[in-house]
């Protein structure tokens, strides 16, 4: 694809569910990043992965919060035990050059995450 | 730690007058910056972004930034505001060389008045 792209892009949970959020970078875009972006808020740092290796997840609020990307391309953010302080917007971002560079982070169009 | 600061939540311009964005950063090294906007359920989309080259960065859509290191600011202007300006936008700031997470301001909100 062109872009960045994110799905679902809406998703409503009772509280306590789990829930799985999946990213697709550019292809071939080393970096891959996730933030989340509360409600009036910009977005915040989650997690940084280079290929398959998670480099730096000390964005993530608590252990509830694991990201993965086995293959070094698609990612997917589980959150367990879903609270209503998780209801947010998941950005995911990829960008081409490993991290520490001035390369430019496309993002995607975000999932809107809803814990009732 | 990397700090961003946008003066104004929500900015309104007539069509055709400059806008003017405000953003300060804080950091003990010079950082990289950059703008982003975002439209309604759209994702970020770069506008520029200045790596130490030149101070005065032009982006698309005819914006452009004047990074000013004495006032540790980075405003985002344009001569002439058009209708599709309208949207939310966003200052962010990566640490220098080495860091790769971006800081991001609260974003300032951009409405159009015809």
């Known amino acids: 694809g062109a872009g960045v792209s994110q799905s679902p892009r809406y998703k409503v949970a009772k509280r306590g569910q789990d829930v799985a959020l999946r990213c697709d970078p550019i292809?071939?875009?080393?970096?891959l990043f996730w933030y989340q972006q509360a409600l009036g808020q910009g977005p915040e740092f989650l997690t940084y992965?280079?290929?398959?290796?998670?480099?730096?997840k000390s964005g993530l609020p608590s252990d509830r919060f694991f990201a993965e990307r086995p293959e070094g391309s698609v990612s997917t953010l589980k959150i367990q035990r879903t609270q209503q302080e998780d209801s947010a917007v998941y950005l995911c971002a990829s960008s081409f050059l490993a991290g520490g560079t001035t390369d430019t982070q496309y993002f995607g169009p975000g999932t809107r995450l809803t814990v009732l | 730690a990397q700090s961003v600061t946008q003066l104004g939540s929500h900015v309104s311009v007539s069509e055709g007058a400059l806008v003017l964005l405000r953003c300060n950063y804080s950091?003990?090294?010079?950082?990289?910056l950059f703008w982003y906007v975002q439209y309604p359920n759209q994702g970020l989309q770069l506008l520029l972004k200045y790596t130490s080259a030149a101070t005065l960065v032009k982006g698309i859509n005819g914006f452009e930034a004047e990074f000013k290191k004495s006032e540790t600011s980075f405003h985002l202007t344009k001569p002439s505001a058009h209708m599709s300006d309208a949207a939310e936008y966003f200052c962010?700031?990566?640490?220098?060389?080495?860091?790769?997470?971006?800081?991001f301001g609260k974003g300032t909100k951009l409405s159009v008045i015809p």
């Open positions: 950091s003990s090294v010079p950082p990289y």
């Open positions: 962010a700031a990566r640490s220098g060389a080495g860091s790769y997470q971006l800081t």
């Open positions: 292809s071939g875009h080393v970096s």
């Open positions: 992965f280079q290929n398959e290796a998670q480099l730096d």
